[in-house]
């Protein structure tokens, strides 16, 4: 047989993606499936947006580009992050990238290796650990506890701080938990992290602009201590609803920034040219559909979690950003990726087991609540019975 690399027996992936197929699957059996798993919002691109990435295919924009992005497009990222946080990022720092995974890969590719340890959330992204395990560095993972409404803790993630420690991943607002962090949290953080010098730092803050009851996004870019070992995280997908296009960006330290552009080079050699034109609209065009969306996801967010209250054995907290909530199933009687299978197979509604976000996710589901008001209050009926049904098998899966 012929070998192939061992890292490969250690990498894993997004179980969303898995749950997703089942329940096309199921639906292609006529199966009527409300699916609260995936996590993309459920509007569409805004028009002028497809308009600019259609005008750019009509004017001949169909060659390579620059492997970095566009430089019309790598401007507007930083003027709209001026415009929105008031920061100062040359062009000369931004990464156009294929999504926001490829920020993720790219820095944990960069500081991962055996005897490294990396930090990371958990519960949280997946990805996270999964490329962390396959650069055969150590995860090392950081628990967002319920009780602190799934924000980080400055304090006991410092803890975790070792001289082998080469990463700190961060993720505010949060997926799976829609947890946010305290302004006066990240302070204590940043502060801690002085200690720490030689560990560079990954802000994932794809979902900035997704926060509610007045709370503002507290980006790390605000820390000028820190921006000679800050990689940004951010992009297109969830904030304009352009999760099909795999369109995001980073910004790199200038130290980083060409290693960075040579992983791109090496890999996907640059960015599908009519979406960075796409972009370029999205940041510079109006604004209110952003507004919109996140109004809605607020109407949608106090539905789910007083639903989610009211089912038997559940309880969640309010989540202050991104479009998940993470209820606590612990006193339902089910572990919780056995409830999410049972869900799905026998009321349709998909959700995803929370051990799917780590070894700290037993005991929650996730629930997305990109959907309409209209399924999301269907599936909460859906589940209640369910979950008011006396203790059986079902389906070979059985409680605990």
């Known amino acids: 047989m012929i070998a192939v690399n061992p890292a490969f027996a250690r990498i894993g992936e997004e179980n969303a993606f898995a749950v997703l197929a089942k329940a096309a699957e199921l639906q292609r059996q006529g199966r009527d499936v409300i699916n609260l798993g995936i996590g993309q919002p459920d509007f569409k691109t805004p028009a002028h947006i497809v308009q600019a990435a259609v005008k750019a295919l009509r004017d001949g924009e169909h060659g390579y580009t620059d492997a970095t992005g566009i430089a019309p497009l790598r401007e507007a990222v930083s003027a709209d992050l001026h415009r929105r946080l008031g ?26 290796d055996p005897g490294a340890d990396i930090v990371y959330p958990d519960p949280g992204f997946p990805i996270y650990r999964s490329m962390i395990e396959f650069t055969g560095a150590r995860p090392v993972p950081a628990q967002m506890r319920e009780e602190n409404g799934f924000a980080f803790s400055a304090e006991e993630t410092l803890a975790l701080m070792t001289p082998e420690t080469r990463l700190v991943i961060l993720n505010s607002p949060a997926n799976p938990t829609g947890g946010v962090t305290p302004g006066e949290e990240i302070d204590k953080l940043v502060a801690g992290l002085a200690r720490w010098p030689n560990a560079a730092i990954l802000s994932d803050e794809i979902y900035g602009q997704l926060t509610y009851d007045g ?32 369109l995001g960006y980073s910004v790199w330290p200038k130290l980083w920034r060409d290693m960075a552009r040579k992983l791109a080079v090496n890999s996907y050699s640059c960015v599908n040219s009519a979406a960075q034109f ?28 007083a639903g989610l209250n009211r089912l038997p054995g559940v309880s969640a907290v309010t989540p202050k950003g991104a479009f998940y909530a993470f209820p606590n199933v612990s006193r339902t009687g089910w572990k919780a990726k056995p409830l999410a299978s049972a869900l799905l197979e026998e009321v349709g509604v998909a959700t995803i087991g929370g051990p799917d ?21 269907r599936a909460l009926t859906r589940m209640a019975d369910f979950l008011s049904r006396p203790a059986s098998p079902n389906a070979g899966l059985e409680k605990p």
Do not use: C
């Not at 507290?218 to 795999?246: F, H, N, P, Q, V």
């Not at 976000?357 to 209050?377: K, P, T």
């Open 87 to 112: 920061f100062d990022v040359s062009p000369d720092l931004v990464l156009i990238v294929p999504g926001g995974k490829v920020t993720m890969f790219m820095a944990i590719l960069m500081f991962g």
């Open 215 to 246: 709370l503002a996004h507290r980006s790390l870019l605000a820390y000028t201590e820190i921006r000679d070992r800050l990689i940004l995280l951010d992009g297109w997908s969830k904030t304009y609803a352009m999760t099909g296009w795999r």
């Open 278 to 305: 796409a972009g370029i609209a999205a940041l510079k065009g109006p604004q209110d559909s952003v507004a919109a969306m996140r109004a809605e996801f607020d109407r949608r967010r106090k539905a789910v979690v």
């Open 357 to 377: 976000f780590g070894v700290h996710g037993e005991g929650y589901l996730r629930l997305s609540y990109a959907n309409s008001l209209e399924n999301i209050e």
